[in-house]
Structures are given as C-alpha cells and as structure tokens.
C-alpha cells in the first residue's frame, strides 16, 4: 500500500497564499489517483480538489475554483496543493488521500469513502 506524509500547513493571514506537498511512499506513485480534503472543526470532511494519474483529469470543489490548484510531480512521488487567496472559511486540517483506480476516481472522487490511502493532515490557519 501506499504511504503519505502531508507538509506545509501553518498559519496565513487572509489573502495570503500557501503550497500544501503530500509525499507518497511504498507504491509507484504514478500509479494512483490523488485528491485532497479538508476538515475544519464540526464539520464533514469535504472534497477540495482531485487529479488522476496523467494529469489529464482534474476536478475541484466550487469553493476553490479559482483560488487552489492541484498538481503532481511523479518523479518526485509528490503531489501539491497550491492555496491562494486564501479566506478565513479555509482554514482546516487537509488531508491528502489516494485511490489507484481511475475509473472509481472519475465516478466518485468527491467522496471521502472511495479513496483506500490517507495521510495524517496538516492544519491551515487563516487569520482574518
């Protein structure tokens, strides 16, 4: 299975910016699917942003449209987030999680349930 490790969490005042970096060891990377989700206190974990092996499909919640881009670098074994203009309603814990199955991915990548890998999380504080 593979194993991920989320960085780059930590408090932004608003309109800042930030670049969330989930490492993925244990598997070949290139083989799964990517997302990243959030959890901000009493809340659901929601869907942020997905991307599928290739790059060639991605998908985002229309909260981030805009704002986040989600991406990867393979050689790296390395997936990112990069937040920007950030608002106080972002601030969360992020989790960044895998699935290996592309067609799974395509159908269900905004829930939480489809993805098998997830990392510990990172916190994103935005201050007002």
């Known amino acids: 299975q593979v194993q991920l490790i989320e960085s780059g969490g930590g408090l932004v005042q608003a309109g800042g910016s930030l670049r969330l970096s989930c490492a993925a060891s244990?598997?070949?990377?290139?083989?799964?699917?990517m997302a990243w989700f959030r959890q901000a206190p009493g809340k659901e974990r929601e869907f942020v942003a997905g991307?599928?092996?290739?790059?060639?499909?991605?998908y985002y919640a229309d909260s981030v449209k805009g704002r986040f881009t989600i991406s990867r670098d393979n050689a790296k074994n390395t997936a990112y987030l990069q937040m920007n203009v950030l608002k106080p309603e972002d601030t969360a814990v992020y989790y960044c999680?895998?699935?290996?199955?592309?067609?799974?991915?395509?159908?269900?990548?905004?829930?939480?349930?489809?993805?098998?890998?997830w990392g510990q999380g990172t916190q994103v504080t935005v201050s007002s």
């Open positions: 999680a895998a699935e290996q199955s592309l067609r799974s991915f395509n159908t269900n990548f905004g829930r939480a349930a489809a993805y098998p890998y």
């Open positions: 991307l599928s092996q290739s790059g060639s499909s991605t």
């Open positions: 244990g598997r070949t990377f290139s083989n799964y699917c």
